[in-house]
Protein backbone atom coordinates (compact mmCIF):
# COMPACT_ATOMS: atom_id res chain seq x y z
CA UNK A 1 0.00 0.00 0.00
CA UNK A 2 1.68 3.32 -0.78
CA UNK A 3 1.92 5.88 1.68
CA UNK A 4 1.77 9.64 1.81
CA UNK A 5 4.31 11.36 3.57
CA UNK A 6 2.79 13.69 6.31
CA UNK A 7 2.92 16.95 6.17
CA UNK A 8 4.97 17.40 9.67
CA UNK A 9 7.26 14.51 8.14
CA UNK A 10 11.14 15.88 8.26
CA UNK A 11 12.72 15.96 5.02
CA UNK A 12 14.64 13.16 3.56
CA UNK A 13 18.42 13.29 4.14
CA UNK A 14 20.56 13.46 0.51
CA UNK A 15 21.65 10.08 0.94
CA UNK A 16 18.01 8.60 1.30
CA UNK A 17 16.76 10.68 -1.34
CA UNK A 18 19.83 9.30 -3.81
CA UNK A 19 18.49 5.88 -2.64
CA UNK A 20 14.83 6.27 -3.50
CA UNK A 21 16.07 8.26 -6.87
CA UNK A 22 17.95 4.81 -7.53
CA UNK A 23 14.53 2.87 -6.28
CA UNK A 24 12.43 4.42 -9.21
CA UNK A 25 14.48 4.11 -11.27
CA UNK A 26 15.21 0.90 -11.53
CA UNK A 27 11.24 0.07 -11.38
CA UNK A 28 10.89 2.07 -14.07
CA UNK A 29 13.66 -0.13 -15.99
CA UNK A 30 11.67 -2.99 -15.21
CA UNK A 31 8.73 -1.76 -16.09
CA UNK A 32 9.97 -0.18 -19.25
CA UNK A 33 12.83 -2.46 -20.33
CA UNK A 34 11.76 -1.41 -24.18
CA UNK A 35 12.35 2.16 -23.87
CA UNK A 36 14.30 3.66 -26.49
CA UNK A 37 14.48 7.01 -28.30
CA UNK A 38 11.00 7.46 -29.99
CA UNK A 39 12.23 9.54 -32.93
CA UNK A 40 13.27 7.11 -35.66
CA UNK A 41 16.87 7.87 -37.41
CA UNK A 42 20.04 6.07 -39.05
CA UNK A 43 22.65 8.29 -38.26
CA UNK A 44 23.36 11.76 -36.09
CA UNK A 45 21.85 14.02 -38.76
CA UNK A 46 18.80 12.65 -38.93
CA UNK A 47 18.55 12.58 -35.05
CA UNK A 48 19.55 16.01 -35.12
CA UNK A 49 17.03 17.18 -37.59
CA UNK A 50 14.01 15.15 -36.15
CA UNK A 51 15.06 16.22 -32.45
CA UNK A 52 14.82 19.92 -33.57
CA UNK A 53 11.51 18.96 -35.36
CA UNK A 54 10.07 17.47 -32.51
CA UNK A 55 9.74 20.88 -30.71
CA UNK A 56 5.77 21.40 -29.98
CA UNK A 57 4.89 18.54 -32.07
CA UNK A 58 4.71 14.55 -31.27
CA UNK A 59 7.65 11.98 -31.93
CA UNK A 60 4.62 10.38 -34.28
CA UNK A 61 3.93 12.99 -36.29
CA UNK A 62 8.02 13.71 -36.74
CA UNK A 63 8.46 9.97 -37.54
CA UNK A 64 5.96 10.50 -40.28
CA UNK A 65 7.50 13.43 -42.04
CA UNK A 66 11.07 12.76 -41.40
CA UNK A 67 11.35 9.60 -44.43
CA UNK A 68 10.62 12.00 -46.96
CA UNK A 69 12.27 15.04 -45.66
CA UNK A 70 15.84 12.47 -45.42
CA UNK A 71 15.02 11.10 -48.93
CA UNK A 72 14.75 14.74 -50.17
CA UNK A 73 17.88 15.78 -47.83
CA UNK A 74 19.95 13.33 -46.47
CA UNK A 75 22.35 14.80 -45.20
CA UNK A 76 23.81 18.14 -44.13
CA UNK A 77 24.77 19.81 -47.56
CA UNK A 78 21.92 19.02 -49.44
CA UNK A 79 19.50 20.59 -46.38
CA UNK A 80 21.79 23.75 -46.62
CA UNK A 81 21.10 23.98 -50.40
CA UNK A 82 17.36 23.18 -49.71
CA UNK A 83 14.76 25.93 -50.79
CA UNK A 84 13.10 27.17 -47.97
CA UNK A 85 9.63 27.02 -48.99
CA UNK A 86 10.01 23.23 -50.28
CA UNK A 87 11.49 22.68 -46.90
CA UNK A 88 8.50 24.13 -45.47
CA UNK A 89 6.05 22.28 -47.29
CA UNK A 90 7.91 18.95 -46.24
CA UNK A 91 8.31 19.81 -42.44
CA UNK A 92 4.53 21.70 -42.36
CA UNK A 93 2.47 18.78 -40.45
CA UNK A 94 5.58 19.31 -37.04
CA UNK A 95 3.75 22.68 -36.95
CA UNK A 96 5.83 26.02 -36.52
CA UNK A 97 7.66 24.75 -40.04
CA UNK A 98 8.63 28.23 -40.91
CA UNK A 99 10.51 29.15 -37.86
CA UNK A 100 11.65 25.08 -37.72
CA UNK A 101 12.67 25.17 -41.45
CA UNK A 102 14.75 28.48 -40.60
CA UNK A 103 16.78 26.64 -37.83
CA UNK A 104 17.41 23.40 -39.60
CA UNK A 105 18.58 25.56 -42.80
CA UNK A 106 21.10 27.73 -40.24
CA UNK A 107 22.14 24.30 -38.50
CA UNK A 108 23.01 22.79 -41.90
CA UNK A 109 25.02 25.69 -43.22
CA UNK A 110 26.85 25.89 -39.83
CA UNK A 111 27.81 21.99 -39.85
CA UNK A 112 28.89 22.62 -43.37
CA UNK A 113 31.10 25.36 -42.59
CA UNK A 114 32.62 24.55 -39.42
CA UNK A 115 32.24 21.14 -39.17
CA UNK A 116 32.66 19.30 -42.62
CA UNK A 117 29.21 18.40 -42.76
CA UNK A 118 29.76 16.02 -39.40
CA UNK A 119 27.28 15.92 -36.40
CA UNK A 120 29.74 17.30 -34.13
CA UNK A 121 30.02 14.96 -30.47
CA UNK A 122 30.44 17.20 -28.02
CA UNK A 123 28.21 19.34 -26.34
CA UNK A 124 30.06 22.44 -25.93
CA UNK A 125 29.69 22.22 -29.96
CA UNK A 126 26.18 20.97 -30.61
CA UNK A 127 24.65 23.98 -28.37
CA UNK A 128 26.26 26.60 -30.74
CA UNK A 129 24.30 25.16 -33.53
CA UNK A 130 21.21 27.08 -34.38
CA UNK A 131 17.96 25.94 -33.08
CA UNK A 132 19.96 23.37 -30.59
CA UNK A 133 20.11 23.50 -26.49
CA UNK A 134 21.09 21.07 -24.06
CA UNK A 135 17.86 18.58 -25.06
CA UNK A 136 18.48 18.44 -28.12
CA UNK A 137 22.05 18.33 -27.33
CA UNK A 138 21.77 15.37 -24.89
CA UNK A 139 19.19 13.37 -26.93
CA UNK A 140 21.67 13.28 -29.75
CA UNK A 141 25.06 12.59 -27.79
CA UNK A 142 23.45 9.53 -25.52
CA UNK A 143 21.13 7.96 -28.44
CA UNK A 144 23.61 8.43 -31.66
CA UNK A 145 27.08 8.84 -29.98
CA UNK A 146 26.79 6.72 -26.68
CA UNK A 147 27.55 9.56 -24.46
CA UNK A 148 26.06 9.91 -21.55
CA UNK A 149 23.58 12.97 -21.17
CA UNK A 150 20.12 13.33 -19.28
CA UNK A 151 17.78 14.83 -21.45
CA UNK A 152 15.51 17.28 -19.63
CA UNK A 153 12.26 17.61 -22.01
CA UNK A 154 8.67 18.58 -20.20
CA UNK A 155 8.12 15.38 -19.42
CA UNK A 156 11.38 14.71 -17.08
CA UNK A 157 11.08 18.16 -15.77
CA UNK A 158 7.78 17.47 -14.37
CA UNK A 159 8.64 13.65 -12.87
CA UNK A 160 11.66 15.04 -11.47
CA UNK A 161 10.27 17.66 -9.55
CA UNK A 162 7.36 15.33 -8.46
CA UNK A 163 10.26 13.04 -7.28
CA UNK A 164 11.43 15.34 -5.19
CA UNK A 165 14.59 14.93 -7.04
CA UNK A 166 15.00 18.97 -7.87
CA UNK A 167 12.92 21.86 -7.36
CA UNK A 168 13.81 23.98 -10.21
CA UNK A 169 11.95 24.91 -12.90
CA UNK A 170 15.01 26.07 -15.00
CA UNK A 171 16.17 22.91 -17.11
CA UNK A 172 19.75 23.57 -16.99
CA UNK A 173 19.56 23.28 -12.53
CA UNK A 174 17.21 20.16 -13.18
CA UNK A 175 19.58 18.41 -15.55
CA UNK A 176 22.55 19.27 -13.05
CA UNK A 177 20.36 18.30 -9.63
CA UNK A 178 19.35 14.45 -11.60
CA UNK A 179 22.97 14.33 -12.35
CA UNK A 180 24.11 14.16 -8.65
CA UNK A 181 21.91 11.41 -7.84
CA UNK A 182 23.10 8.47 -10.76
CA UNK A 183 25.84 7.56 -12.33
CA UNK A 184 27.10 8.74 -16.18
CA UNK A 185 26.44 5.48 -17.08
CA UNK A 186 22.57 5.74 -16.37
CA UNK A 187 21.83 9.21 -17.67
CA UNK A 188 20.99 8.11 -21.07
CA UNK A 189 18.36 5.46 -20.42
CA UNK A 190 17.35 7.12 -17.30
CA UNK A 191 16.04 9.93 -19.48
CA UNK A 192 14.05 7.43 -21.57
CA UNK A 193 12.46 5.91 -18.75
CA UNK A 194 11.33 8.72 -17.03
CA UNK A 195 9.87 10.37 -20.16
CA UNK A 196 8.17 6.82 -20.97
CA UNK A 197 6.88 6.69 -17.64
CA UNK A 198 5.59 10.59 -18.13
CA UNK A 199 3.91 10.59 -21.70
CA UNK A 200 1.99 7.19 -20.30
CA UNK A 201 0.82 7.49 -17.24
CA UNK A 202 2.24 10.54 -14.72
CA UNK A 203 0.61 12.93 -16.76
CA UNK A 204 0.64 16.93 -16.35
CA UNK A 205 -2.93 17.11 -15.53
CA UNK A 206 -4.55 14.24 -13.76
CA UNK A 207 -1.41 11.51 -12.83
CA UNK A 208 -2.85 7.95 -12.64
CA UNK A 209 -1.35 7.54 -9.15
CA UNK A 210 -3.76 4.24 -9.00
CA UNK A 211 -2.13 2.55 -11.52
CA UNK A 212 1.50 4.02 -10.95
CA UNK A 213 4.25 0.83 -10.27
CA UNK A 214 5.78 3.97 -8.39
CA UNK A 215 2.92 4.27 -6.27
CA UNK A 216 4.76 3.26 -2.94
CA UNK A 217 7.78 5.02 -3.34
CA UNK A 218 6.55 8.44 -5.25
CA UNK A 219 6.37 11.46 -2.58
CA UNK A 220 3.98 12.79 -4.69
CA UNK A 221 1.68 10.00 -4.52
CA UNK A 222 -2.18 11.35 -4.82
CA UNK A 223 -1.62 14.32 -6.44
CA UNK A 224 -3.60 12.54 -9.30
CA UNK A 225 -6.20 9.39 -9.12
CA UNK A 226 -5.78 7.20 -7.21
CA UNK A 227 -8.55 4.82 -7.40
CA UNK A 228 -6.76 2.02 -9.56
CA UNK A 229 -9.79 1.69 -12.07
CA UNK A 230 -10.46 4.80 -12.71
CA UNK A 231 -6.42 5.58 -12.47
CA UNK A 232 -6.37 2.67 -15.43
CA UNK A 233 -8.61 4.50 -17.32
CA UNK A 234 -5.93 7.18 -17.29
CA UNK A 235 -3.07 5.15 -18.98
CA UNK A 236 -1.82 5.88 -22.40
CA UNK A 237 -0.09 4.43 -24.86
CA UNK A 238 1.52 0.74 -24.85
CA UNK A 239 1.84 -0.77 -21.34
CA UNK A 240 4.65 -3.43 -19.95
CA UNK A 241 4.53 -6.89 -21.08
CA UNK A 242 1.19 -8.11 -18.78
CA UNK A 243 -0.30 -4.92 -18.24
CA UNK A 244 -2.42 -4.37 -21.73
CA UNK A 245 -4.51 -7.09 -20.38
CA UNK A 246 -5.25 -5.61 -16.87
CA UNK A 247 -6.17 -2.46 -18.75
CA UNK A 248 -8.12 -4.11 -21.58
CA UNK A 249 -10.08 -5.66 -18.65
CA UNK A 250 -11.16 -2.09 -17.11
CA UNK A 251 -12.08 -0.11 -20.41
CA UNK A 252 -14.28 -3.31 -20.65
CA UNK A 253 -15.40 -2.50 -17.27
CA UNK A 254 -14.81 -4.94 -15.31
CA UNK A 255 -15.48 -4.67 -11.31
CA UNK A 256 -13.14 -4.42 -8.66
CA UNK A 257 -13.97 -7.93 -7.62
CA UNK A 258 -13.76 -9.19 -10.71
CA UNK A 259 -10.40 -7.90 -11.28
CA UNK A 260 -8.97 -9.03 -7.70
CA UNK A 261 -10.64 -12.28 -8.49
CA UNK A 262 -9.02 -12.93 -11.60
CA UNK A 263 -5.47 -12.29 -9.41
CA UNK A 264 -5.05 -8.88 -9.94
CA UNK A 265 -3.38 -7.10 -7.52
CA UNK A 266 -5.31 -3.75 -6.90
CA UNK A 267 -3.65 -2.25 -4.06
CA UNK A 268 -5.55 -0.16 -1.42
Known amino acids: MARKVSAGAPDPTPLAVKRRARRIHRTLAAEYPYAVAELDFTNPFELLVATVLSAQTTDVRVNL ?48 DEFDSVVPARIEDLVTLPGVGRKTANVVLGNAF ?26 VKVEADVAR ?6 WTMLSHHVVFHGRRVCHSRKPACGACPLAALCPAYGEGEVDPVKAARLLKYELAPGREELLQLMRDGATRRELQAAGYSLGA
Open 65 to 112: TTPALFARYPDARSLAEADEAALQELIRPTGFFRAKAKSLLALSNRLV
Open 146 to 171: GIPGITVDTHFGRLARRFRWTGSDDA
Open 181 to 186: LFDPQD
